[in-house]
Nanobody
Framework: QVQLVESGGGSVEAGGSLRLSCVAS????????LGWFRQSPGKEREWVAS???????MYQDSVKGRFTISRDDDKKTVYLEMNNLKPEDTAVYYC?????????WGQGTQVTVSS
């Protein structure tokens, strides 16, 4: 069983920055994808960014150039560096690990951006 624990959320003004972290524990298969999703009130959860075990990264168009995903496999940690935050980035951010046919989720961390 895999567990994911996020941290680093908070409240910032528009234009500010935050760095989210997610630490994984348990048995993780060598081929895996770590990612970040977010969910705003009244909206469905949406994908934000992903990083594969081979080093590939992908981003939702709305965050390209502002967010950076990275991973440290020795620490079983994935990060999301968020710069130039906008009010529309306000959401609960969830860490996710996909390996094999399974997907695991963290408990979420709140990010609030005020205008």
């Amino acid at each position: 069983q895999v567990q994911l624990v996020e941290s680093g959320g908070g409240s910032v003004e528009a234009g500010g920055s935050l760095r989210l972290s997610c630490v994984a524990s348990g048995k993780i298969l060598p081929i895996n994808v770590l990612g970040w999703f977010r969910q705003s009130p009244g909206k469905e959860r949406e994908w934000v960014a992903s990083a594969t075990n081979k080093g590939g990264t992908m981003y939702q168009d709305s965050v390209k150039g502002r967010f950076t995903i990275s991973r440290d496999d020795d620490k079983k940690t994935v990060y999301l560096e968020m710069n130039n935050l906008k009010p529309e980035d306000t959401a609960v951010y969830y860490c996710s690990l996909a390996h094999g046919v399974d997907r695991y989720w963290g408990q979420g961390t709140q990010v609030t951006v005020s205008s």
